[in-house]
C-alpha cells in the first residue's frame, strides 16, 4: 500500500518537517568533527564535546517526552526546535570550547546523522494517533526511508558546501560554517511546520489515566517491559556511538585521506541504501514477526561492521560500509512499532522517550572513546570491532528475552 492512503494532512506535515530535519543532520554529520578540529580543538575534547551532546539531549529529551502528552505535543516539538536552531548559531558563532559544550549540553545537535532530540519519540505517538495499528510498522517503515534519503541528500550537501567554500577561497573553520548556517535556518523552518499541526495528533482527554502513585515518566502498566527494552536500546546505542556518521567519516579522512566531497558522496549511497532496507522491513516483519525482523536483519549487518577496517584497501572497505547500510536499518520501524504497539495510546510519548533517551544514554560515552582512538594510530580500527561486537551481544539477549513474542505487531 502507498504511504499517501495512510497520511492526513498532519502526517504530510509530520513527514515533511522529518524531511527536512534528517537532511540537516546528515549536513551536519559529514563536517562536524573536521569544523572542531579547525576550530583548534583537540581530539580528547571534540570526544568530549560529541559524548555532551548526547548526554544532553538525554536529559532534556527525558524531561520533554515524559511530559510531551500533558502539555501538548505540538507546543514540545516546537520547544525542540528552538532548541535546535540556537545550537547551530552558537556552534557558527564560537570557538570557546567552554560556550561550545554548552551549546552542545543544552541545545541540539546531531553529531551522528541520526535522530537527536524529543523529535523522533513524539512523532512516532503522534503517528500512531492518526494512524490505525494494522499499518503502524509500514508507515514507520516510509517514516525512516524519507528519512534516510534526506540524511543523504544531506550529507552529500554538507560535502559539496565544503568543498564549494574551498575552492572559493575559505579556509580553515570557515569553509564549513555555512553549512552550521544552513543546519540553523533549517531548525527556524521546523518551528513553523510544527505551528501547522493539528490538535489531532494530541493525546486524547479520554486516553489518560487518572494520576496514580505507579506513574513512572509517564508509564504506569506497561513501565516494567518498557524498562527492559530501553536496557536493550541502551546497549545498542553504546556499540552503535562507537561508529556514529561523524566518526566514520573522520576515519575514511585519516586512513585513506578522503576529503569531504568523496566523504558525502559515499554517506549519500550509504543512507539511501539504508532507507530501502526500511523499507523492506514492514514486509518482512508480517512474515517472521517484529522482533525476528530485528534480530536476523541486525546480526549480519553487524558482522559486516566488524569486517570494515580488515579490508585491503579503500574501495572494498567503502563497498563492505555499504553492504552493512544495505540491511542495517530494517529493525528501525520494527523497533518503534514494537515499543507503540505494547503500550497504551496515552503511554506512547513517554514510552518512546524512554526507550529514545535510553539509547541517547547509551551513546553518550563511546563517542568520546571512539574519536581518541580513532586518532591513536595503531588503535584507530577498535571502535569498528567494539560496535560489532556490543551491538551482536544485544541482538542475542533482545532474541533471548522478547523471542516468545515474535507475533506481536
Same mark, same amino acid.
Given at each position: 500500500?502507498?504511504?499517501?492512503?495512510?497520511?492526513? %494532512?498532519?502526517?504530510w506535515?509530520l513527514?515533511?518537517?522529518?524531511?527536512?530535519?534528517?537532511?540537516?543532520y546528515?549536513l551536519?554529520?559529514?563536517v562536524l568533527?573536521?569544523?572542531?578540529?579547525?576550530?583548534?580543538?583537540?581530539?580528547?575534547?571534540?570526544?568530549?564535546?560529541?559524548?555532551?551532546?548526547?548526554?544532553?539531549?538525554?536529559?532534556?529529551?527525558?524531561w520533554l517526552t515524559?511530559?510531551?502528552?500533558?502539555l501538548? %505535543? %505540538?507546543r514540545?516539538?516546537?520547544a525542540?526546535a528552538?532548541?535546535?536552531?540556537?545550537?547551530?548559531i552558537?556552534f557558527?558563532?564560537t570557538?570557546?570550547?567552554?560556550l561550545?559544550?554548552?551549546?552542545?549540553?543544552?541545545?541540539?545537535?546531531?553529531p551522528?546523522?541520526?535522530e +537527536?532530540?524529543?523529535f523522533l519519540?513524539?512523532?512516532q505517538?503522534?503517528l500512531?494517533?492518526?494512524v490505525s495499528?494494522?499499518r503502524?510498522?509500514?508507515?514507520?517503515a516510509?517514516?525512516n526511508l524519507?528519512?534516510s534519503?534526506?540524511?543523504?541528500a544531506?550529507?552529500?550537501?554538507?560535502?559539496?558546501?565544503?568543498?564549494?567554500?574551498l575552492?572559493?577561497?575559505?579556509?580553515?573553520?570557515a569553509a564549513?560554517?555555512?553549512?552550521?548556517?544552513?543546519?540553523?535556518g533549517?531548525?527556524?523552518?521546523?518551528i513553523?511546520?510544527?505551528?501547522?499541526?493539528?490538535?489531532?495528533?494530541?493525546?486524547?482527554?479520554?486516553d489518560?489515566?487518572?494520576?496514580?502513585?505507579k506513574?513512572?515518566?509517564?508509564?504506569n502498566?506497561?513501565?516494567?517491559?518498557?524498562?527492559k527494552?530501553?536496557?536493550?536500546?541502551?546497549?545498542?546505542?553504546?556499540g552503535?556511538?562507537?561508529? +556514529?556518521?561523524?566518526?566514520?567519516a573522520?576515519?575514511?579522512?585519516i586512513?585513506?585521506?578522503?576529503?569531504?566531497?568523496?566523504?558525502g558522496?559515499?554517506?549519500?549511497?550509504?543512507?539511501?541504501l539504508?532507507?530501502v532496507s526500511?523499507?523492506?522491513a514492514g514486509w518482512l516483519?508480517r512474515?517472521?514477526?517484529?522482533i525476528?525482523t530485528?534480530?536476523?536483519?541486525?546480526?549480519?549487518?553487524?558482522?559486516?561492521?566488524?569486517l570494515?577496517?580488515?579490508?585491503?584497501?579503500?574501495?572494498?572497505a567503502?563497498?563492505i560500509l555499504?553492504?552493512?547500510f544495505s540491511?542495517?536499518?530494517m529493525?528501525?520501524?520494527? %523497533?518503534?512499532?514494537?515499543?507503540?504497539?505494547?503500550?497504551?495510546?496515552?503511554?506512547?510519548?513517554?514510552?518512546?522517550?524512554?526507550?529514545g533517551?535510553?539509547?541517547?544514554?547509551?551513546?553518550?560515552i563511546?563517542?568520546?572513546?571512539?574519536?581518541i582512538?580513532?586518532g591513536?594510530?595503531?588503535?584507530?580500527?577498535?571502535?569498528f570491532?567494539?560496535?560489532?561486537?556490543?551491538k +551482536?551481544?544485544?541482538d542475542?539477549?533482545l532474541?533471548?528475552a522478547?523471542?516468545?513474542?515474535?507475533?506481536d505487531?
Open positions: 500500500m502507498a504511504v499517501s492512503e495512510k497520511l492526513t %494532512r498532519d502526517g506535515i513527514f515533511a518537517i522529518r524531511c527536512s530535519r534528517m537532511f540537516a546528515g551536519l554529520s559529514i568533527v573536521l569544523y572542531l578540529i579547525e576550530v583548534g580543538l583537540a581530539e580528547w575534547e571534540v570526544g568530549v564535546l560529541l559524548s555532551l551532546t548526547l548526554a544532553g539531549d538525554t536529559a532534556i529529551s527525558l515524559t511530559t510531551a502528552d500533558r501538548g %505535543r %505540538r514540545t516539538l516546537i525542540g528552538i532548541l535546535m536552531m540556537l545550537a547551530g552558537a557558527v558563532s570557538g570557546n570550547y567552554l561550545l559544550v554548552i551549546a552542545a549540553t543544552i541545545g541540539v545537535i546531531s551522528s546523522g541520526n +537527536i532530540g524529543p519519540s513524539i512523532e505517538a503522534s500512531s494517533q492518526i495499528g494494522e503502524r510498522t509500514d508507515v514507520f516510509w517514516y524519507v528519512g534519503f534526506s540524511t543523504a544531506g550529507a552529500l550537501t554538507g560535502g559539496l558546501i565544503a568543498q564549494a567554500s575552492h572559493y577561497g575559505l579556509t580553515g573553520a564549513y560554517r555555512p553549512v552550521l548556517l544552513a543546519y540553523s533549517i531548525g527556524l523552518a521546523m513553523a511546520g510544527f505551528a501547522l499541526l493539528s490538535p489531532a495528533i494530541e493525546s486524547q482527554v479520554e489518560r489515566p487518572l494520576p496514580t502513585k506513574s513512572v515518566f509517564g508509564l502498566e506497561s513501565k516494567w517491559i518498557v524498562f527494552l530501553a536496557l536493550l536500546f541502551a546497549l545498542d546505542a553504546f552503535g556511538g562507537f561508529v +556514529i556518521q561523524s566518526i566514520i573522520y576515519w575514511f579522512h586512513r585513506y585521506q578522503l576529503d569531504p566531497a568523496m566523504l558522496t559515499i554517506f549519500l549511497f550509504a543512507n539511501l539504508a532507507g526500511a523499507l523492506a516483519a512474515r517472521i514477526g517484529l525476528n530485528m534480530v536476523f536483519t541486525h546480526l549480519p549487518s553487524n558482522i559486516l561492521l566488524i570494515v577496517p580488515l579490508m585491503p584497501n579503500v574501495y572494498w567503502i563497498g555499504l553492504v552493512r540491511i542495517s536499518q529493525d528501525v520501524p520494527t %523497533r518503534q512499532a514494537y515499543t507503540m504497539a505494547i503500550v497504551r495510546p496515552d503511554e506512547r510519548s513517554a514510552a518512546a522517550g524512554v526507550t533517551v535510553a539509547r541517547s544514554m547509551g551513546a553518550s563511546s563517542p568520546m572513546l571512539a574519536t582512538l580513532v591513536s594510530g595503531s588503535w584507530m580500527s577498535v571502535p570491532f567494539l560496535a560489532g561486537g556490543l +551482536i551481544v544485544y542475542l539477549l532474541y533471548r522478547f523471542s516468545s513474542r515474535t507475533n505487531q
